[in-house]
């Protein structure tokens, strides 16, 4: 199974930057559609942005376009989350995730693996 390691989440003032970071261990990353997700206390686990395989292909959410950026590094096993403008809504706990499909989804359910997650707090 791929074991999946988030890095990268920290407390940032409103409109400032970070970038996450997702290191696949056990196994290589390329074989996988890759996802970020987020959960917000007292909310629901939500899709942020998704990247194919072999890069031609994202997926975001509405409320990221324009200020997130996905990225993978297959040599490194590593797949990246660039946020800018950063938002106090954008405070939660993110997720890496991947999904042996054939296609990106912003589903949950279509993710086989998850990482443990590492927290972004944006203060206002």
């Known amino acids: 199974q791929a074991q999946l390691v988030e890095s990268g989440g920290t407390l940032v003032q409103a409109g400032g930057s970070l970038r996450l970071s997702c290191i696949g261990s056990a196994r290589t990353l390329s074989y996988y559609q890759m996802g970020w997700f987020r959960q917000a206390p007292g909310k629901e686990r939500e899709f942020v942005a998704a990247?194919?395989?072999?890069?031609?292909?994202?997926l975001y959410a509405d409320s990221v376009k324009g200020r997130f950026t996905i990225s993978r590094d297959n040599a490194k096993n590593a797949v990246y989350l660039q946020m800018n403008s950063l938002r106090s809504d954008d405070t939660a706990l993110y997720y890496c995730?991947?999904?042996?499909?054939?296609?990106?989804?912003?589903?949950?359910?279509?993710?086989?693996?998850w990482g443990q997650g590492t927290q972004v707090t944006v203060s206002s």
């Open positions: 990247i194919s395989r072999n890069d031609d292909s994202t």
């Open positions: 995730a991947a999904d042996y499909g054939r296609f990106v989804e912003s589903d949950a359910n279509a993710y086989d693996f």
